[in-house]
């Protein structure tokens, strides 16, 4: 089972210079692809473990539990839509079920698979990679120059930002990922574990 999960190997070009033809497709690669999770919807929180796991070359395969194991919430992302796999009853909600695809798609950079319309900006210390997900929908990427390392994506939809992705580094490795909605009250926060730390759970 091949889990793929680093943000600092989102490489969208092969130098430091914004280019079309050298961009790549994202790739995350990990040991385990595990990560604490925690969901803060208008002053509720949930929390458990997510399981990141890629199968074939375009689906992602999204899997959320409680500490203890019982299943909430089993996805299969493709560039193009989700298929629910399992969801509790409180989840399996047409919006809820929206949202969340929309959300890892996002963090994901799976929409970089679906062919859409792209554009490219060179700056001195940032990139940025635009992508056109509908004719209101703009999708933004940035990392660095130097090193293309991922730093954060933005969600706009009618030049209202939607939603934010911020992605923190230890040592030069993925820690965590934080996901922030700006038309409603929802945070996404994902803390990776690593291979002792996933036994332990």
């Not at 969208?12 to 919807?41: K, M, N, S, Y």
């Not at 934080?178 to 996933?198: C, Q, S």
Request: glycine fraction near 8%.
């Amino acid at each position: 089972m091949r889990f793929l999960w680093c943000i600092n190997s989102l490489l969208f070009v092969a130098g430091c210079f914004c280019t079309q033809a050298q961009a790549r497709v994202p790739l995350w690669a990990g040991d385990d692809g595990l990560f604490h999770t925690t969901i803060e919807v208008y002053g509720h929180t949930i929390s458990g473990l997510t399981v990141l796991q890629t199968e074939g070359a375009d689906t992602l395969r999204v899997l959320f539990t409680t500490f203890a194991g019982p299943k909430l919430l089993d996805l299969r992302i493709t560039p193009t839509g989700y298929e629910t796999l399992y969801a509790v009853k409180q989840l399996d909600r047409k919006l809820i079920l929206k949202t969340l695809y929309k959300d890892f798609a996002v963090l994901a950079g799976w929409y970089l698979l679906a062919g859409l319309p792209t554009a490219d900006y060179q700056g001195t210390d940032t990139c940025r990679r635009e992508v056109q997900l509908t004719a209101k929908e703009r999708l933004y990427y940035y990392y660095t120059a130097a090193d293309n390392t991922m730093t954060g994506a933005e969600l706009f939809a009618k030049k209202k930002k939607m939603l934010s992705v911020g992605y923190f580094y230890v040592g030069g490795a993925l820690a965590q990922v934080r996901l922030t909605h700006h038309t409603f009250n929802m945070r996404l926060l994902l803390l990776k574990l690593k291979g002792d730390e996933a036994a332990g759970e």
